[in-house]
């Protein structure tokens, strides 16, 4: 998708915005600017005739289907019903409808709505250690509900086993297409993902190691405020191993020293809520690494993102192979456990 989000682009989608605004009751003196694109493009709408904020977003076409959105939506209510964790509620439109749509370029666009939540971004350093045991507790909580929450009929989210991760059928694409990846670089990230296979296999995926997750709990989806934790952004939410959820927080942080620290620090905040296995911490560095190489696929696919440009493009690739050299040192590529550096 290479060139999706460009300036003019985004402007077709503000458009779109404007469209659909009244149908959660915007006035036309309400004012839509671009926050944030990554996967989706997130827009802020301010009304002055209403109290606060609503966050609209524009889901990029072909990825989730119509089911998917509002299963993720679903689960939502469901976390804010039972007092889980601090989440912006889900706005439906005045019809009482979960998603509008507009249609551009034959292709039709899902937007969805949520309440404006406050707060700022951790930012990335060895103090983010005290948060990680808090968002440790709150990665427990998620998991402890899905375990227990009979989702309604027709729930559908996607998988991130190993095939659809960095395996045949990868949602994100392949890491071998990584931004100045050569032959060299290939032979070891294979050499890695053959590592990771096998690594995977071996741990399996029962039913306390693997169910519904957050999938994207890096920093850009965490707000602070105070003491509170919020947590947004629930658009990749599917079924995989529960300890991922770890990997996916440290997300282009990957090969920082602290990241360690991190780790104890969540585990730590996890078990002070559900027991974690010994087995399960010893999966993080391969989930880290098994991470690393999706977004090295994603980058490649989303280059003309803004994170993608804050990371570097082919520097992250390059990091990749350092940390892929590195885990293969640490941990032999065998199929057993890991240990934490």
Not at 155 to 168: H, L, M, N, V
Request: charged share 20%; hydrophobic share 45%.
């Amino acid at each position: 998708m290479a060139g999706l989000y460009e300036d003019a682009f985004l402007a077709t989608l503000h458009q779109g915005v404007e469209i659909v605004a009244p149908q959660w009751g915007l006035s036309q003196d309400t004012r839509i600017a671009l926050l944030t694109v990554s996967e989706n493009a997130t827009f802020r709408a301010d009304d002055p005739h209403q109290a606060a904020p609503m966050i609209l977003r524009v889901h990029r076409p072909a990825y989730h289907t119509t089911t998917e959105i509002e299963s993720e939506i679903a689960w939502i209510d469901a976390l804010r019903a039972d007092g889980v964790v601090a989440t912006p509620a889900p706005i439906p439109t005045r019809t009482g409808a979960r998603l509008a749509t507009f249609h551009h370029d034959e292709e039709m666009r899902h937007v969805a709505a949520f309440a404006f939540m406050s707060g700022t971004e951790p930012q990335a350093g060895a103090g983010l250690v005290e948060g990680f045991g808090l968002l440790g507790e709150i990665s427990a909580r998620l998991h402890g509900h899905a375990r227990r929450w009979t989702p309604p009929k027709g729930f559908t989210r996607k998988t991130w086993d190993f095939a659809r991760t960095i395996g045949d059928a990868p949602h994100w694409g392949s890491w071998r297409d990584g931004l100045g990846l050569d032959a060299l670089g290939v032979q070891l990230l294979q050499q890695c993902a053959d590592a990771l296979q096998a690594r995977t296999a071996a741990y399996g995926m029962a039913a306390e190691r693997f169910g519904l997750i957050h999938a994207d709990l890096r920093l850009a989806n965490l707000l602070v405020e105070g003491d509170r934790l919020g947590v947004i952004d629930f658009d990749d939410c599917g079924f995989g191993w529960f300890v991922y959820d770890f990997a996916a927080a440290v997300s282009f942080l990957e090969t920082e020293p602290f990241i360690p620290e991190l780790a104890a620090a969540w585990v730590a905040g996890y078990r002070r809520v559900a027991p974690l296995a010994d087995e399960d911490v010893a999966m993080i560095p391969a989930f880290v690494m098994l991470r690393r190489m999706m977004l090295t696929a994603w980058i490649a696919s989303h280059a003309e993102t803004p994170t993608a440009q804050e990371v570097g493009l082919g520097a992250y690739t390059s990091g990749t192979l350092e940390l892929a050299e590195r885990w293969l040192t640490q941990h032999g590529g065998t199929a057993g456990p890991d240990r934490l550096p």
